[in-house]
C-alpha cells in the first residue's frame, strides 16, 4: 500500500501531551515544529516559583505563568502509570533522582527531559516562541503566526502548516468561585494556581474552596503554619462544621452562602468564620486565544466541541486536532457491569 506523503506539522506546546505527539509524527515521516514559549520541556511540569502579577489570575493583562505546581507537590498515580507504553517511568539510575513510587514533580520533570533526549526532539523545538495566531487559509493550510523576543526586539514570524496539534495544557487560565457579596468582602483572594508554599500564610484564617486534590493537599499544609483553615466542599455533608482528625486548625464546611463587608464568611451549614484570605481551589478553564475557527470549534462550559473522540473537531480533521483535553479518564473492571 502507498504511504501518506510527509506533511508539515505544527504542535503547539512542549508538554507531556506535544512531546509524545512530535515523536509519533515523526515516526510516521512527518516534518514537525514545536513552538514553546519557555525556554525548557515539560509544560505544567516545570516548577516556577514566581507566580501570575494578579493572584487571581483573572486580569487578561497579567504577567502569566505557566505552571501551577507548589512547591511540596508528588504525583498522586503510581509511576507505573504515568510513562509512555514504550519509554517507562522507571527510577532512573542517575545522581539526585527521586526512586519514589509517588516522586516529587522534578522527577516528572527529568523523565520528560529523559523522553525528549532519547527520541531527539528537542532539535525539533522552538523555545522562547508564543503563538499568537492559528486559522486555516483560503489554500486549505493553516496559518501560525509566531512570537520570539530576540534582545531588545520582538520577532514575528508567519507560516502555513499542512496540520497543527494543539498541546497548550489545562492549568494557566484560573476557575474562580462566584460568591454573593465578594465585592465588598475586605480580605484578600488567591487560586491555588499562584500557591506556592505555605509560609506566606502563617497566623492567618484561611477559607479553602475546593474538594479535589490541590484543595486537599494546601489545606493540610497551611494548616500548619496558619491559626486556623476552613475547607469550603460541594460534597461536605450537611450539619455542622467537622473538624478533621490529625488537626486542630482545620475543618470541613459546606459551601459558602454569602461573604460580607464585616470580614465574615458565612457557609451553608450555618456556621461563619472571619477569614483573612478566601484560596480558591477551584480548578481551570480551557483556553485557546490563538485559535479562530469562525465558532466551528467552541468551549461552552468549560465544554471543548465538537470533537471526535475528545481529539478531532470533525470539520476540520484530521488537520486540526486537540491532545490531551481529558481531565480524567475510567478505567472500566472486566466485572463491572455497564
Known sequence: MPQNPSKNVAVI???????????ELQREGHNVVVFERENQVGGTWIYNPATDSDPMGVDPNRKVIHSSLYSSLRVNLPREIMGFRDYPFVAAKKPNRDPRRYPGHKEVLDYLNDFAAEFGLIRQVRF?????????SENGKWKVSSRKRENDHVVFVDEEYDAVVICNGLYTEPRIADIPGIEVWPGK????????????????VIVVIGGATSASDISRETAEVAKEVHISSRSALSGTPKKLRGYENLWLHSM??????????????GSKVYADIILHCTGYKYNFPFLETNGIVTVDDNRVGPLYKHIFPPAFAPSLSFVGLPWKVEFLSPRRKI
Open 13 to 23: 506546546g512542549a508538554g507531556p501531551a506535544g512531546l509524545v505527539s512530535a515523536r
Open 128 to 136: 522562547g516562541t508564543e503563538v499568537g495566531y492559528v486559522g486555516m
Open 189 to 204: 483572594q488567591i487560586h491555588s494556581h499562584s500557591y506556592r508554599t505555605p509560609e506566606p500564610f502563617r497566623d492567618q
Open 256 to 269: 459558602i452562602e454569602a461573604v460580607g463587608a464585616d470580614g465574615g464568611v458565612n457557609f451553608q451549614d
